[in-house]
């Protein structure tokens, strides 16, 4: 059920055909709509595949003995209720994937940062199992796509798991043996009826059918911790923190610039981290510490050096630098789609006195913290607004503060006039540019990936 552009929905159909299924894929988008998606099937899949397109009916609910959703499906989607009670199996990409691989995973989730985790995970663990790969929520590496590379070898899984992922997750009964949760801020609102808290129950699922011998990594300083452990995991629990662990809890926390990890009361320093925190700011610190903890827990033999730190990948679309040379920075933060995204990289680059692009598409946050960020940072003549439903509450919330006064407020329809003006407000085209958009991408995107694409191939023209 959803086909999808981005991949994952092809490499869940691949995988089902070539383990032996017959697939029926229903999407609400028309066969031209999928036609992209349609071709990478060959000759022999498509005669194990029936299209149903252009819109969802009954039958095939009911004829079918399984049902694999998308992601993207809304969990209220009446289909879906349908075959609940006609007795059918519910499964999506991840619950197929930890029903087999759950014992030996990795499963990173969270707000901010577990896309930088997973990567930085998979990187990491490479020095000594080989190409160890993050799966998951990203269009390069489904989770299905990548099962059989991994099912066939002793290579570790390492895998991002959204929210929606884990609305279907229980239904494998598996966990991952090491589960993250990186944070948790509001996001994603727009989907969870419940509020804040229906979506802190999804990432909660990433434990729920964790044992003893399981470990669970939460963040000491998020406040949404604390609903975590009052559902009583059965996992032991490690904690990360920018500041030390209160006494008696095992983690990884940073004391006199260092790394320490903690166990049973015995403590034991990692690397030195001051200057990385200086360098890549306090969010990447943190996202420092959940994966070097994961890494310790999984693997405590794997040695981890200031080296490999320092040889860690920069993810894309996630504050990543696309340009840097003769006094030029220019930072794609595409995959920023809340406020606190924005907050942080505000905070990473404040001395620096950026210009800022931001918003887009809103998910029901709040933007109030965001706006004080701004005011704090940036002059009305440094903000670069793209519209959308997203962009309005930020603006009301920047009129709140005084930001704009009798100042002009630059907004713009598309992203190439918003590139075009900051760049003209650089002096000598030397400075440091943001795009960070803090909200959703869909009222003039297909997604944040073509957001992110769409703006480096601006910035290429701009920047030649």
Same mark, same amino acid.
């Given at each position: 059920?959803?086909?999808?552009?981005?991949?994952?929905?092809?490499?869940?159909?691949?995988?089902? =055909? @070539?383990?032996?299924?017959?697939?029926?894929?229903?999407?609400?988008?028309?066969? #031209?709509?999928? &036609?992209?998606? =349609?071709?990478?099937?060959?000759?022999?899949?498509?005669?194990?595949?029936?299209?149903?397109?252009?819109?969802?009916?009954?039958?095939?609910?009911?004829?079918?003995?399984?049902?694999?959703?998308?992601?993207?499906?809304?969990?209220? &989607?009446?289909?879906?209720?349908?075959?609940?009670?006609?007795?059918?199996?519910?499964?999506?990409?991840?619950?197929?994937?930890?029903?087999?691989?759950?014992?030996?995973?990795?499963?990173?989730?969270?707000?901010?940062?577990?896309?930088?985790?997973?990567?930085?995970?998979?990187?990491?663990?490479?020095?000594?199992?080989?190409?160890?790969?993050?799966?998951?929520?990203?269009?390069?590496?489904?989770?299905?796509?990548?099962?059989?590379?991994?099912?066939?070898?002793?290579?570790?899984?390492?895998?991002?798991?959204? #929210?929606?992922?884990?609305?279907?997750?229980?239904?494998?009964?598996?966990?991952?043996?090491?589960?993250?949760?990186?944070?948790?801020?509001?996001?994603?609102?727009?989907?969870?009826?419940?509020?804040?808290?229906?979506?802190?129950?999804?990432?909660?699922?990433?434990?729920?059918?964790?044992?003893?011998?399981?470990?669970?990594?939460?963040?000491?300083?998020?406040?949404?911790?604390?609903?975590?452990? #009052?559902?009583?995991?059965?996992?032991?629990?490690?904690?990360?923190?920018?500041?030390?662990?209160?006494?008696?809890?095992?983690?990884?926390?940073?004391?006199?610039?260092?790394?320490?990890?903690?166990?049973?009361?015995?403590?034991?320093?990692?690397?030195?981290?001051?200057?990385?925190?200086?360098?890549?700011?306090?969010?990447?610190?943190?996202?420092?510490?959940?994966?070097?903890?994961?890494?310790?827990?999984?693997?405590? @033999?794997?040695?981890?050096?200031?080296?490999?730190?320092?040889?860690?990948?920069?993810?894309?679309?996630?504050?990543?630098?696309?340009?840097?040379?003769?006094?030029?920075?220019?930072?794609?933060?595409?995959?920023?789609? &809340?406020?606190?995204?924005?907050?942080?990289?505000?905070?990473?680059?404040?001395?620096?006195?950026?210009?800022?692009?931001?918003?887009?598409?809103? @998910?029901?946050?709040?933007? #109030?913290?965001?706006?004080?960020?701004?005011?704090?940072?940036?002059?009305?003549?440094?903000?670069?607004?793209?519209?959308?439903?997203?962009?309005?509450?930020?603006?009301?919330?920047?009129?709140?503060?005084?930001?704009?006064?009798?100042?002009?407020?630059?907004?713009?329809?598309?992203?190439?006039?918003?590139?075009?003006?900051?760049?003209?407000?650089?002096?000598?085209?030397?400075?440091?540019?943001?795009?960070?958009?803090?909200?959703?991408?869909?009222?003039?995107?297909?997604?944040?990936?073509?957001?992110?694409?769409?703006?480096?191939?601006?910035? @290429?023209?701009?920047?030649?």
């Amino acid at each position: 059920m959803g086909l999808g552009l981005l991949g994952g929905g092809v490499a869940t159909s691949k995988w089902l =055909i @070539k383990h032996g299924a017959l697939v029926t894929v229903t999407d609400s988008k028309t066969e #031209s709509d999928l &036609s992209q998606s =349609i071709a990478q099937f060959t000759p022999s899949e498509k005669k194990k595949l029936t299209l149903s397109l252009g819109g969802h009916i009954e039958r095939d609910f009911l004829e079918n003995d399984i049902i694999v959703i998308n992601p993207a499906v809304p969990k209220e &989607s009446p289909f879906i209720a349908f075959g609940k009670n006609a007795g059918k199996q519910i499964e999506n990409d991840a619950s197929l994937f930890f029903r087999f691989l759950g014992e030996r995973a990795i499963g990173v989730t969270g707000t901010r940062g577990k896309t930088t985790v997973t990567n930085w995970i998979a990187s990491l663990l490479s020095s000594k199992y080989g190409d160890v790969r993050a799966s998951g929520n990203t269009p390069a590496n489904a989770f299905l796509k990548e099962f059989d590379r991994i099912s066939e070898t002793e290579i570790p899984a390492v895998a991002e798991l959204s #929210s929606w992922q884990l609305e279907t997750l229980p239904s494998s009964e598996k966990a991952p043996h090491i589960a993250v949760i990186t944070n948790l801020f509001p996001d994603h609102l727009n989907r969870y009826t419940e509020g804040i808290e229906g979506y802190a129950k999804a990432k909660a699922n990433i434990f729920k059918h964790q044992k003893e011998n399981d470990f669970l990594i939460l963040n000491a300083g998020n406040p949404w911790t604390k609903f975590f452990l #009052s559902l009583k995991p059965k996992s032991q629990i490690f904690y990360f923190s920018k500041k030390s662990l209160l006494k008696g809890k095992n983690g990884m926390f940073v004391k006199d610039g260092m790394m320490v990890f903690r166990m049973n009361g015995e403590e034991k320093e990692i690397i030195e981290v001051k200057k990385f925190a200086e360098k890549m700011g306090e969010h990447n610190l943190e996202n420092l510490l959940a994966t070097t903890l994961a890494i310790t827990l999984f693997d405590p @033999k794997l040695k981890i050096t200031k080296k490999m730190v320092d040889g860690l990948p920069q993810i894309p679309f996630r504050q990543e630098i696309v340009v840097n040379k003769n006094g030029l920075v220019v930072v794609n933060d595409s995959a920023g789609t &809340s406020p606190d995204a924005t907050v942080a990289i505000l905070r990473r680059f404040s001395k620096q006195r950026p210009l800022l692009i931001t918003g887009g598409t809103d @998910k029901d946050l709040e933007f #109030s913290d965001l706006a004080k960020e701004i005011k704090k940072t940036l002059k009305p003549s440094e903000l670069f607004l793209l519209n959308g439903s997203a962009t309005k509450k930020l603006i009301l919330e920047l009129k709140k503060n005084k930001f704009y006064t009798d100042k002009k407020i630059l907004l713009f329809e598309t992203l190439p006039e918003c590139v075009e003006f900051a760049t003209a407000s650089l002096v000598k085209k030397k400075g440091t540019l943001l795009f960070s958009p803090g909200s959703a991408s869909f009222e003039k995107f297909r997604n944040e990936f073509h957001r992110g694409e769409t703006f480096n191939e601006i910035v @290429k023209i701009n920047f030649k």
